[in-house]
């Protein structure tokens, strides 16, 4: 399997404090990319970070990427409760149109 | 409504039944995709499909079934149904060039 790993697997968090998750995955990558879902429905795309970045923002979302580690993390700043859902790492290899997907994490914002 | 939607959303079925899950996306992107989500396992990969006529298997194709030929569907048969496939069911698809995948709602399965 080509599945990327993420850890924690379930974070509980005050409202107004950080939350930062990990991902790691094993191949070369032409990009990685964080979703999100709230219970009973589909995934929703937050970011993509490709390979030659280091950093990128998207409101209160950071996201970082470590090519040489293998791995990535996103830290959601300031959180709501409208934060609390699934987190999922996807990563894209190069000549591949297909996505690989961690199994999550689970973050709870407590208000 | 534009977006991609799912058909049914539940779904309970026997053992040994076919079943068939429907998939429709109305923004003409070539590529599609079908994963199951379990506990502990994340999103696996079913089945992909690039264009119409073009389909190619992902990481847990046995025991499924697709089809493509129009570019807006894309319909996930289960064969011969078994406890093993009682699961949520999304489809997802994207533009060619792009790499973010646009889900639709999922179907929750089961198989008794």
């Known amino acids: 399997s080509q599945q990327g790993e993420e850890d924690p697997q379930a974070l509980s968090i005050q409202e107004g404090e950080n939350a930062t998750m990990n991902c790691s995955y094993k191949?070369?990558?032409?990009?990685l990319q964080w979703y999100r879902q709230n219970s009973g429905r589909g995934l929703v795309h937050l970011i993509l970070i490709r390979s030659n970045e280091r950093e990128k923002h998207s409101g209160r979302l950071r996201v970082t990427l470590d090519t040489s580690k293998k791995s990535s993390s996103l830290l959601i700043t300031a959180s709501r409760a409208a934060d609390t859902a699934s987190y999922f790492c996807?990563?894209?290899?190069?000549?591949?149109?297909?996505?690989?997907f961690g199994a999550g994490t689970t973050v709870t914002v407590r208000a | 409504d534009a977006g991609i939607t799912q058909s049914p959303r539940y779904k309970i079925t026997e053992t040994g039944r076919q079943v068939t899950l429907m998939c429709h996306q109305t923004w003409s992107h070539s590529y599609m995709f079908w994963y199951r989500q379990d506990l502990g396992h994340g999103l696996r990969l079913i089945y992909y499909?690039?264009?119409?006529?073009?389909?190619d298997k992902g990481e847990v194709p046995d025991g499924y079934v697709v089809s493509r030929s129009k570019t807006e569907n894309f319909p996930l048969t289960l064969e011969s149904a078994t406890r093993s496939q009682t699961s949520v069911y999304f489809c997802?698809?994207?533009?060619?060039?792009?790499?973010?995948?646009?889900f639709g709602p999922g179907t929750r399965l089961t198989v008794l």
């Open positions: 997802a698809s994207s533009a060619a060039g792009a790499s973010e995948q646009f």
């Open positions: 191949t070369s990558i032409n990009n």
């Open positions: 996807a990563h894209r290899v190069y000549n591949d149109y297909k996505l690989s």
């Open positions: 499909s690039a264009a119409a006529d073009i389909t």
